[in-house]
């Protein structure tokens, strides 16, 4: 039971660049979300899945789409890069409970 | 903006001694509150929630204690460990709502 996986770990983008990050839980939650984490911040929200087949803008969702290919999996698309997505971007599932389990996060620097 | 925070962005605790971590929220209508620990390079990691129909809750060397009419919360961690080190983060959910809203975290750094 590896949890919320997510990848890459790390990734370099130009600006302009385009990219997928990609979310995997195998809790067999409902609910799948995206965040990112700035230095001396919280988490915020950029989208979430409440279930297959919807998706939520969160707080910040600028610059940002995604899809939640099926129960499993939600991916997260940097359309063009800008150097303001620098951050940290955390996945996370919830199942009944309300707890989320996040995953162990993607560091992307775009420059 | 943010309707959660914490009172202090950093806390040095001596190895052995109680830690106590607080959190503030604005939200009253806010149900349900839970506290994350984040290890460096790592994603958070659930300690402990609490519903706001309770005032107190506690796990494995820590307890949540909720004050609703002050609209407080408060992480105590006992006999604080090495391990313990790490950033702490509260969050709340609204009552008609299912997510999370995070606060900024505090630094809690353990002294040998």
């Known amino acids: 039971n590896a949890g919320v996986t997510q990848t890459p770990k790390f990734q370099v983008l130009k600006t302009g660049q385009s990219m997928t990050l990609q979310c995997a839980q195998d809790m067999n939650h409902n609910s799948m979300y995206w965040y990112r984490q700035d230095p001396g911040m919280g988490l915020r929200l950029i989208y979430y899945s409440a279930s297959e087949g919807t998706t939520d803008k969160g707080e910040v969702p600028n610059g940002y789409n995604v899809s939640r290919l099926n129960k499993r999996e939600f991916s997260l698309r940097l359309e063009s890069a800008a150097p303001s997505q620098t951050s940290v971007y955390f996945c996370a599932s919830s199942g009944f409970g309300l707890e989320q389990y996040f995953g162990p996060g993607t560091r992307l620097t775009v420059t | 903006g943010e309707s959660v925070g914490l009172h202090l962005p950093t806390l040095s605790v001596q190895e052995g001694d109680n830690s106590i971590i607080n959190c503030a929220y604005s939200?009253?209508?806010?149900?349900?509150f839970i506290w994350y620990k984040q290890e460096s390079g790592k994603g958070p990691q659930f300690i402990i929630d609490i519903r706001s129909n309770m005032d107190k809750r506690q796990g494995q060397r820590v307890t949540v204690l909720l004050n609703k009419t002050v609209k407080h919360l408060s992480l105590q961690i006992a006999a604080t460990q090495p391990g313990d080190s790490a950033v702490y983060f509260c969050a709340e959910k609204g009552s008609n709502d299912y997510k999370l809203s995070f606060g900024a975290g505090t630094t809690v750094t353990v002294r040998a």
């Open positions: 939200n009253s209508a806010s149900d349900y």
